[in-house]
C-alpha cells in the first residue's frame, strides 16, 4: 500500500467557487472581523464554512451547539447531492498567491498507518513542529460525528530536482479542469486539473525514488533505514486529528478488518519544499512577567552566550526595555537556533511560572519588550534545506519554529472526501 495514494475526492457540482472557498479554519484567530465577513460572503449558499469550526470559536460557550450544527449541514450536503465525486482522482493544482507567486500543489490520500506525529518518529509521515496534545479533543470532537473531511494539510517533499509535482505543468493542457476562481478576502487564485491514472502511476514512481533508502542516505550523508519522505507544512494538529480519531476506530471495534475504511487516509495536499512561492519566515519569542536579570543570566550560562556572535554558528537577538543586543550560542542543544533557544525558554517558564508568546515581526517584540518584566527574542529565518534534515536528527521541531508565508497565502478548503463507510 503506497503511503501517498488517489482518493474519491467531492467536488460542488453547482455553486459560486468564490464562496465555496475559505481559508483553514486556524487563521486569523485574533481577528473576528475577517471570520464576520466570511459568514456574510456565504450567508445562504453552498459553502465550505458551513463545515468548519474556525479556532476563533473553540472557547465560545455555543461550541458543542457549533459542532452538532456542522455535523449536520454535512449530512444534509450528502443527501441533497450538491457534489460531483471524481474516483480514484488526484487534483495538480496552480495557486496563485496575493503577491503573484505560484504554488504548484497536488491533492491526494495520506495513509494514516504510515504517520506518527510523535517526537522521535521513523515513520514515512512526520511531524515537522511538536504536537501540542490539547489541541486535538475539539477537533476530534468535530470529526467524530463528521461525514466529511475538508483538507488544509500541506504536507511538504524535498525534491530539488522536481521529479514529482512540476513535470505536470506542462500536460495541463490535455487534463479536465475541474475549477479555476478567484479566492475570497486576498487569497489570489486557484485552478485545478484531474490527473490522469498514467500521470499519477508516474507520481507515484517519483515518490519511490524520494524514499528509496540509498537515495536517500546520499541526498542527506546519512545512514538511516527509515527514509523521512512527508513532513508536514500546515495543518499539523489536523492530521494528528485524523490519526488519533483512526486509533479511535480501530480501539473502539476489535477485530475488524480497517484495512480499507475510509478513516484510515486523510486529505492532503502536497507541496515542493523548492517551490519559488514558498518562503519560511521565523517567528519571535517574548517572554512576559519575568525577572529580566534572572532570566539573561540563567541564559546566559545555560547556552553559553557570547557578544562575538559572529563567531557561533547560532545566533539570536534579545531585547529589554527598547534595547536590542546579538549574541552567540558557544553550547547548542539543537541543531536549529529556536531549538537551543526554545529548550532553556520551556526549562525556565515552567520553573519560573513566567509567560510566552509567539509572535511574527520584529517591531511588535521590540514594542512589547519596552514593558517591565517583558524580553523579547528575535531570531533568524530558518533556511528551507536546514528542514528535512533537522527533522531527521532532532526529531520534531519546537512548536512555532517557522511559518510558511502570510494567513492569506494558507490553503483553502476546496476538496471534500466521505471519512464514513
Partial sequence: MKTFRNADILLPANADMEKWAVVACDQYTSEPEYWNKTAEITEGVPSAFNFILPEIYLEENDVSGRISEIQQKMKDALSTGIFREYKNAMIYLERTQDDGKVRA??????????????????SPVRATEATVIERIPPRIAVRRGAE??????????????????????????????????????????????LVPEDEQERILGALDGLADIDNFNSRYSLNESSPLVFAMGDGNHSLATAKEFYEELKKNNPGKDMSGHPARYALVELVNLHSPALEFEAIHRIVTEADTDDI????????????????????????IKGVRKTVGITKPSSKLTVGSLQQFLDSYIKEKGAKIDYIHGTEVIEKLSENNGSIGFILPDMAK?????????????????????????????????????
Avoid at 466529511?148 to 479542469?177: N, R, W
Avoid at 546566559?300 to 562575538?308: F, I, P, V
Fill in 105 to 122: 500543489g497536488l491533492v491526494g490520500c495520506i495513509d494514516l498507518e504510515d504517520y506518527d506525529y510523535r517526537k522521535g518518529s521513523v
Fill in 148 to 193: 466529511l473531511e475538508l483538507p488544509h494539510i500541506m504536507i511538504l517533499i524535498d525534491d530539488e530536482t522536481k521529479t514529482v509535482i512540476e513535470p505536470i505543468a506542462g500536460k495541463t493542457s490535455g487534463y479536465e479542469k475541474v475549477y479555476d476562481f478567484t479566492l475570497m478576502q486576498k487569497g489570489g487564485s486557484v485552478k485545478g486539473w
Fill in 296 to 319: 539573561s543570566a540563567k541564559m546566559k550560562d545555560a547556552l553559553g552566550l557570547t557578544e562575538d556572535a559572529e563567531s557561533c554558528e547560532q545566533k539570536f537577538d534579545y531585547v
Fill in 385 to 421: 534545506s536546514e528542514l528535512f534534515p533537522t527533522v531527521i536528527c532532532d526529531g520534531a521541531l519546537p512548536r512555532k519554529t517557522f511559518s510558511m508565508g502570510h494567513a492569506w497565502d494558507k490553503r483553502y478548503y476546496i476538496e471534500c472526501r466521505k471519512i464514513t463507510e
